[in-house]
């Protein structure tokens, strides 16, 4: 019997992708396509099922539409507004992904093929869905270990390269004849600030989660993206008689964080919930102004 795949969107950054790649990209979308399906990069290794599959680029790059559409993708050519930038498609991805999120029954995850640190807060929108997020990142510079720290799965650079000759499993008669592929390797951990080796929990989740809250650009850190900043914080867990430090409630160990930093803007809802947002410290209070 056939276990449930996982209900995903794939938005594809094309001109950053093919631009940390190669252009075997370009010709192997079957092999690399089936490796996403099969989960591949998942060390779950759960079965997706792709409700939308979007690829968008610079129109130089429209030579490939056949290509991507043979595939079952929708292709968007993005000009730029401005002369200075090669194309919109940053902007773009941003308002489809959300348009997604927001329109898709049964969604259950996106997955951003970007590895364009800029994506952040649209990962963090996203979780505030209940979504899970998966991008990408090179393991030679630090967006693998910026998406490790807020996305739900990273997609390594080399491992979607070594999918560009993947075989799957071929059917017999009997059944299925496995290999099992190798594993993904993990993403680097990412690099926390130390923190004082006498600080308390609640001292060092208030610094991780202002980390992560800048991380966002000042937009309010979705609940997911604070449980993920925490997971690294002696003694927290989300069950239990020691549930969120032992305040309880995702709630009150929020507010008791917020009230540790000034730079946190605590936001409360009509319906009983909180998030935070990064504040800048002001620089008039400082005697900074001018």
């Known amino acids: 019997m056939f276990g449930r795949r996982k209900k995903c969107a794939l938005l594809i950054d094309f001109d950053n992708v093919l631009g940390m790649t190669s252009g075997e990209f370009t010709t192997s979308i079957a092999k690399w396509m089936e490796w996403l399906e099969d989960g591949a990069f998942?060390?779950?290794?759960?079965?997706?099922?792709?409700?939308?599959?979007?690829?968008?680029?610079?129109?130089?790059?429209?030579?490939?539409?056949?290509?991507?559409?043979?595939?079952?993708?929708e292709a968007f050519s993005c000009a730029a507004i401005a002369k200075s930038?090669?194309?919109?498609a940053d902007?773009?991805?941003?308002?489809?992904?959300?348009?997604i999120a927001?329109?898709?029954?049964?969604?259950?995850?996106?997955?951003?093929?970007?590895?364009?640190?800029?994506?952040?807060?649209?990962?963090?929108?996203?979780?505030?869905?209940?979504?899970?997020?998966?991008?990408m990142g090179h393991e030679q510079n630090p967006t693998a270990e910026v998406y490790r720290k807020y996305a739900d799965n990273v997609v390594l650079r080399n491992d979607f390269m070594d999918a560009f000759k993947y075989e799957r499993p071929k059917r017999k008669w009997f059944g299925l004849?496995?290999?099992?592929?190798?594993?993904?390797?993990?993403?680097?951990?990412?690099v926390r600030?130390?923190?004082?080796?006498?600080?308390?929990?609640v001292e060092q989740a208030a610094e991780r989660v202002v980390s992560a809250a800048q991380g966002v650009g000042g937009a309010m850190l979705s609940r997911k993206a604070v449980i993920l900043a925490l997971r690294d914080v002696k003694g927290f867990n989300t069950g239990g008689?020691?549930?969120?430090?032992?305040?309880?409630?995702?709630?009150?160990?929020?507010?008791?964080?917020?009230?540790?930093?000034?730079?946190?803007?605590?936001?409360?809802?009509?319906?009983?919930?909180?998030?935070?947002?990064?504040?800048?410290?002001d620089a008039s209070r400082n005697g900074s102004a001018g």
């Open 102 to 135: 927001a329109g898709t029954r049964g969604l259950q995850e996106i997955i951003l093929l970007t590895s364009d640190t800029d994506f952040v807060p649209v990962v963090n929108r996203l979780q505030e869905r209940e979504l899970e997020v998966v991008a």
């Open 85 to 88: 930038k090669k194309s919109s």
């Open 241 to 281: 008689v020691s549930a969120w430090l032992g305040y309880g409630s995702y709630r009150k160990m929020l507010l008791a964080i917020a009230k540790k930093r000034p730079d946190l803007r605590l936001y409360a809802y009509r319906n009983g919930g909180v998030a935070v947002a990064y504040r800048a410290p």
């Open 42 to 73: 998942d060390g779950d290794r759960l079965k997706r099922k792709f409700l939308v599959k979007r690829v968008y680029w610079n129109p130089l790059y429209d030579r490939y539409r056949d290509a991507f559409e043979a595939a079952g993708f």
């Open 193 to 201: 600030k130390p923190v004082s080796v006498n600080a308390t929990p």
């Open 91 to 99: 902007i773009v991805i941003t308002l489809d992904a959300v348009d």
């Open 177 to 190: 004849v496995r290999v099992k592929p190798p594993a993904p390797k993990p993403a680097p951990a990412p």
